[in-house]
């Protein structure tokens, strides 16, 4: 008998509630439920006068219960347990160190579809039972001449049918059947059906991933051998995958999930975003499923239906391998030997919502848990994974060649002060940039143009005096949107019309700054008329078929020139493409951010890996006013090593993660004295209960000093280790009484910092 499985003289077991009760409770188990009830299973609860979910942590108990005051637990909600032993440890630690509430961790992950106790998608099919007498036959035929019908049809059938068809062609109502049923004469059987995501996608003709398998460029193979070893030692180890743009790290990453389900262990694969969850899942399924391993996909586009499919396939072990975005660490894979996180540096990874977790750290404390390997892929590593391997925690695998040969693209820097200079009303399209567009278009090659995302802003400014259109409620400039001629705040939805003269100084100069990818477009059209131009934006990428539709006219050729965000650059990989061209290279700079640097390093490096993957050579254009400065520097010249000691050295002087650790702990309310007066009592608190713990800092006006009339203002924790001082930090706010006026968070690990 399986160690899990609950032993019948110890038919009382601890079960902590999803709605956040602090302590774990003792039931006891009905004899109904105890062949299915296991450690980690969903269970439902008598809880305060309600019924509730609960999850059984432990078999047995140490509480004294008084005789007779023993609840019983009602019913086991799924059939397999909801967290695996591992995900048990996991989440006391992620509920700990992210400071979050046992709720919010177990509602991620415990999926809704999951909790609801939704059941496998069943077909009910019928079949022949007891065969009746002829004089039974011939009263069922005078009375109900509808069931003597199907009675007489399905004694004719060998196999059973599916009972929904024939009751519709046989125009017989479902009571009919029924009563057929409970009389014997017919037998019902369900059979289970799966749902899986992404069938319907995988079925087009252009997205079937064909299997290859490419012979291993001889760092690919160093790297993949380095893996294997390390999975063969069987102890826990992180390996950070450093590849240039095009290096084949996906080719790296299927070596090693292949020997992994070789040896039955299972595999969970993080993408940074879930449009890019189709195109991998893709490119694993297309190397596994030859050998019979099922792979699902995972993340928060996916119906209920799906959801839970792709939940049972993984926690009954039928399946082996999850690839999904951030949410998928939590996924109850069995057996799990192997985390991968693609393109780890991605600020994505961190969910900006309570709880606040960051994926690939998670990643690794699961593979620590399972005393696993986890490998980090990126072009551009973040600086706390490089650090990592800097002090020896991380080892590291670099591929620095391109495959087949293949050259870094040629980055050319373009000085914008220059270009205002020389006239021409300064076009946000410098003269080298259109040129080179003009002529990959004659050359029939393909471009893409990159706005920065960050700073990015398509709002109205007054050349005279200044005057920015901001929101009444919120501390940032509206965003002017062409088609309606309205001015639209992008945090709170406030919309008006955008003036026709300055409102300070009446002046009818009043104009846009900032770009938007619309502004772009048609600018590019204008040196560009007979191309095919394509924008990509926030829009675009909400709607699924959309983004597809243009990603796949852009692979065949239909589109000379796609125009996007960088949120569009992620994992795009396109022979055709020569020239990329970064519009706006500074935006990244200059935001109230640490990382403010780093970002901009990766930005470029990102952008500009997208082109020259294919056999000609590549060239990327970035205009930028600043084109000295370090990141940009750095980044033209593909010089990691250079950006990495630099950058470590600034935030060594300052003490920046990731030497220490970061914890951002905001405040907000309508009225600031209020907010800041609490603030001040605070850190009272702090002063006497945590000295020479931490380091304060604040507080400071956010960098969005308000939102929806909401002012904001932040304290920052400095801390060696963020799990030393968390949990004190967390009692201290429990205790503490703050106005119901006032909200705060705690962000540990924040990416975010506005
Ligand atoms: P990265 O993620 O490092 O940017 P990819 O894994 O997307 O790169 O690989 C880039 C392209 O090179 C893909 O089309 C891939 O199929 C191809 N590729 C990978 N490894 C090899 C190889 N050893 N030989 C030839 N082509 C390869
Ligand atoms: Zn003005
Ligand atoms: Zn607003």
Redesign the pocket.
């Known amino acids: 008998m399986p160690k899990n499985k609950l032993n019948h003289d110890t038919a009382v077991v601890e079960v902590i509630a999803l709605s956040g009760f602090d302590k774990a409770l003792a039931y006891a188990v009905p004899p109904t439920c105890q062949a299915t009830l296991q450690l980690g299973s969903l269970v439902r609860i008598p809880l305060r006068r309600r019924s509730e979910l609960g999850v059984v942590l432990r078999f047995g108990t140490d509480q004294v219960v008084p005789p007779g005051k023993l609840k019983m637990l009602f019913e086991v909600v799924q059939p397999y347990p909801v967290l695996t032993p591992d995900l048990m440890e996991l989440y006391r630690w992620a509920q700990k160190y992210y400071a979050a509430t046992p709720e919010a961790i177990l509602e991620t992950m415990i999926p809704a579809a999951i909790r609801k106790g939704m059941k496998p998608k069943t077909r009910r099919y019928i079949s022949k039972g007891k065969a009746p007498t002829v004089e039974e036959l011939e009263t069922l035929e005078k009375r109900a001449p509808k069931q003597a019908a199907i009675l007489k049809f399905i004694r004719q059938q060998v196999k059973p049918l599916p009972r929904a068809d024939i009751l519709k062609a046989m125009k017989i109502s479902a009571s009919a059947c029924d009563s057929l049923v409970a009389k014997g004469y017919l037998h019902e059987t369900d059979t289970e059906e799966e749902r899986v995501a992404y069938e319907d996608e995988l079925g087009d003709q252009e997205s079937v991933v064909v299997e290859?398998r490419?012979?291993?460029?001889e760092e690919?193979d160093a790297a993949v051998r380095a893996i294997h070893d390390a999975i063969t030692a069987d102890v826990f180890s992180v390996r950070l995958l450093h590849?240039?743009?095009?290096?084949?790290?996906?080719?790296v990453y299927l070596n090693a999930i292949e020997k992994i389900v070789a040896e039955g262990g299972g595999v969970i694969f993080l993408v940074p975003e879930v449009a890019l969850a189709p195109q991998t899942v893709g490119r694993v399924r297309a190397r596994l499923e030859a050998r019979g391993v099922h792979t699902v996909v995972w993340h928060s586009h996916l119906s209920e239906g799906e959801r839970y499919d792709a939940w049972k396939a993984l926690a009954s072990g039928e399946a082996h391998v999850v690839v999904g975005a951030r949410s998928a660490v939590f996924a109850p894979v069995q057996n799990l030997k192997l985390m991968i996180v693609d393109e780890e540096h991605e600020p994505s990874y961190k969910q900006e919502e309570s709880p606040r977790y960051n994926g690939r750290d998670v990643a690794v404390f699961r593979a620590h848990l399972n005393k696993s390997v986890c490998v980090l892929g990126s072009?551009t590593p973040s600086l706390e994974s490089l650090y990592n391997v800097e002090r020896g925690k991380y080892a590291v695998d670099r591929?620095l060649k391109r495959?087949?040969h293949r050259q870094l693209p040629k980055i050319h820097l373009v000085d914008m002060r220059r270009e205002a200079l020389q006239g021409k009303g300064a076009s946000p399209i410098s003269r080298t940039l259109a040129n080179k567009l003009v002529d990959r278009f004659e050359k029939k090659e393909q471009s893409i143009l990159f706005l920065n995302r960050r700073g990015f802003s398509t709002s109205i400014l007054c050349p005279d005096c200044g005057y920015v259109a901001s929101c009444k409620h919120c501390s940032i400039p509206m965003t002017f949107h062409r088609t309606d001629g309205k001015l639209r705040c992008h945090l709170c939805g406030e919309q008006r019309e955008a003036p026709l003269k300055c409102p300070e100084c009446q002046s009818i100069n009043i104009r846009k700054k900032g770009l938007g990818t619309q502004k772009i477009e048609d600018i590019v059209q204008k040196i560009l008329p007979r191309a095919k131009i394509v924008r990509m934006d926030a829009d675009s990428m909400s709607k699924k078929n959309l983004y597809r539709k243009i990603l796949n006219d852009f692979r065949i050729g239909k589109i000379d020139l796609l125009v996007g965000t960088q949120m569009i650059a992620k994992?795009l990989?396109f022979p055709n493409v020569t020239l990329v061209g970064l519009v706006d290279a500074d935006k990244s700079l200059h935001v109230e951010d640490f990382r403010a640097a780093e970002r901009t390093f990766q930005l470029i490096v990102q952008v500009s890996?997208r082109s020259g993957?294919g056999d000609r050579a590549g060239e990327v254009v970035i205009q930028t006013s600043t084109p000295h400065a370090p990141p940009i520097q750095f980044a033209r010249k593909s010089d990691f090593d250079g950006f990495q000691l630099e950058e470590l050295e600034q935030r060594r002087e300052f003490n920046y993660p990731p030497f220490r650790h970061l914890i951002r702990h905001l405040f907000r309310g309508r009225n600031p004295d209020k907010v800041n007066f609490y603030i001040e009592q605070w850190l009272k608190v702090l002063d006497q209960e945590m000295e020479g713990q931490l380091e304060v800092r604040g507080p400071a006006p956010a960098p969005i000093e308000k939102i929806r009339d909401e002012y904001r203002f932040q304290l920052w924790y400095f801390a060696p280790s963020a799990s030393r001082v968390i949990g004190k930090l967390v009692a201290l706010r429990q205790q503490f009484k703050m106005d119901k006026e006032v909200i705060d968070l705690i962000d540990v690990d924040p990416m975010n910092m506005s």
């Open positions: 290859t490419p012979v291993l460029t690919q590849g240039v743009t095009g290096s084949g790290k996906t080719e072009a591929i495959v087949d994992g990989d890996g993957r």
